[in-house]
Structure formats: C-alpha cells, structure tokens
C-alpha cells in the first residue's frame, strides 16, 4: 500500500512544480493562471498559456514575445520608432511606420540580436517615405529585429 501511495503522489507532486538550478515552474505550462517565476538567469511573469497578451519579456539570456510562439520579425525595444507594422510576404518583409514631423529619411537596420545598435554595418536600406521592402528578409527563417531611425 505505502509503496501505491508513492507511486501516485510523487509523479503529482513533480508535476506541480518542476525545477532545476536554472528555473522553476510553480505551475503548469498548460495553466492559464497567473504567477511569477525566476531564477539568475530569467524572471517570467505568468504562466506560458496565458491567454491575454502580456507583452515582450527579456533578461541577459532571452526574449519571450506574447503567446506560444515568438514572432519570426519583430521590433527592437532600441527602436526609436516602436510603432512599426513588419508583414512576412515570404521570402520578403514589407515594414511600414507613421511619419515622423521633420524627417527626410529613414535607415532601416536588422540584427538577430533583440538589442543592438543601429550601424553600416547593420543596415539594410533607407527610405524616403514610410514604407520598406527588405528583400529575402525571411529566406534563412531565422528571427530578426529592426530598428528604424528618422533623419
């Protein structure tokens, strides 16, 4: 009997909560409740199946976008431009911004780093108006931010 109830209380008991040195989970990834979880090397806020929006969470170690699934293009927090609209139309990009009073230009720069700064190095293209295309931008699937500068 002692040897049932150990059997059935440790898996449940492992389910609640799984940890290690680098994280714990207090509940479910499956769970849409709230709740806080960290360790040194991240600090998530919610559970993984929350189903409301909760935004773009980051540490030294990671970027957790809203949902499931991390956009393949997406906005660098650098940008000075944050209300930036990125539409895949594969293998392209198609980026698109209100305009800002006074600029003539704009540099658009692409990194695989979700913080970077903006440089030659990094830039795709300029444009004159509020619409680019980056073209191949999706070609290599792998996760790309921009930032857009107004000069």
Known sequence: ???LLFFLIVPTMLWAQSSSENFTL???VMDAGGGASSSANFNLVSAFGQPTPIGIQTSENFALSAGFLSPLLAVSPSSPIQ???IKQMQPDAKLWWEPIP???????????NYVFTPDIGNQVGTATDTLFTDVNATATQTQSFYIVVPH
């Open 1 to 3: 009997m002692k040897m």
């Open 26 to 28: 207090t509940k479910s």
């Open 83 to 85: 209300q930036l609209v």
């Open 102 to 112: 006074n600029a003539t230009s704009y540099s658009i720069h692409r990194s695989v």
